[in-house]
T-cell receptor, first 115, second 111 residues
């Protein structure tokens, strides 16, 4: 257990529905990342928060995706009008970002299946 | 060319052997490199990081970095069946330290 929690752990939804995932980072970590991992691939960066500010977004983050970190603590990732191609593991990671050796700690992930 | 590439697998080694996992990266300015282990259905778990040229050892694991060749490797000595997993190479970069991962190498250690 890294101290990063994600909920739900699994989500099955029908195409066209909206889903929301939550990430609770390690409390003293002000930097938070979302990644997406599809089967047989490494995780791909989606978006980055420093405190409550969303400072970087990947081109992978289409307009159906939105992420927030309202008080600089937990973060949510919402997918609207889900598509089958959204089926993946969504990973959250946090770190303090204080040096080159500082590492990102991953939560357990939320596995999304879109039927 | 992908930003981070790992040697294609799967890799199968007998128990007790040395497993060698390789990774190349394209951004010459990259500073920090990480190896994660990922069991099926689980999230990545950090094994080691390295940022200086040369070798870094931690128990049965040795990470090797050659910035001139833009090459990172992970050696696992005395491989155990419990080491069977997917190994992900990641490079930290960009303005905000995002990780760019390779596609992973599946390692199987057979008794």
């Amino acid at each position: 257990d890294t101290g990063v929690s994600q909920n739900p752990r699994h989500k099955i939804t029908k195409r066209g529905q909206n889903v929301t995932f939550r990430c609770d980072p390690i409390s003293e970590h002000n930097r938070l990342y979302w990644y997406r991992q599809t089967l047989g691939q490494g995780p791909e960066f989606l978006t980055y928060f420093q405190n409550e500010a969303q400072l970087e977004k990947s081109r992978l983050l289409s307009d159906r995706f939105s992420a927030e970190r309202p008080k600089g603590s937990f973060s949510t990732l919402e997918i609207q009008r889900t598509e089958q191609g959204d089926s993946a593991m969504y990973l959250c990671a946090s770190w303090t970002g204080t040096g080159p050796t500082d590492t990102q700690y991953f939560g357990p992930g939320t596995r999304l299946t879109v039927l | 060319q992908k930003e981070v590439e790992q040697n294609s697998g799967p890799l199968s080694v007998p128990e007790g052997a040395i497993a060698s996992l390789n990774c190349t990266y394209s951004d010459r300015g990259s500073q920090s490199f990480f190896w994660y282990r990922q069991y099926s259905g689980k999230s990545p778990e950090l094994i080691m990081f390295i940022y200086s040229n040369g070798d870094k050892e931690d128990g049965r694991f040795t990470a090797q970095l050659n910035k001139a060749s833009q090459y990172v490797s992970l050696l696992i000595r005395d491989s155990q069946p419990s080491d069977s997993a997917t190994y992900l190479c990641a490079v930290k970069g960009g303005s905000y330290g995002k990780l760019t991962f390779g596609q992973g190498t599946i390692l199987t250690v057979h008794p």
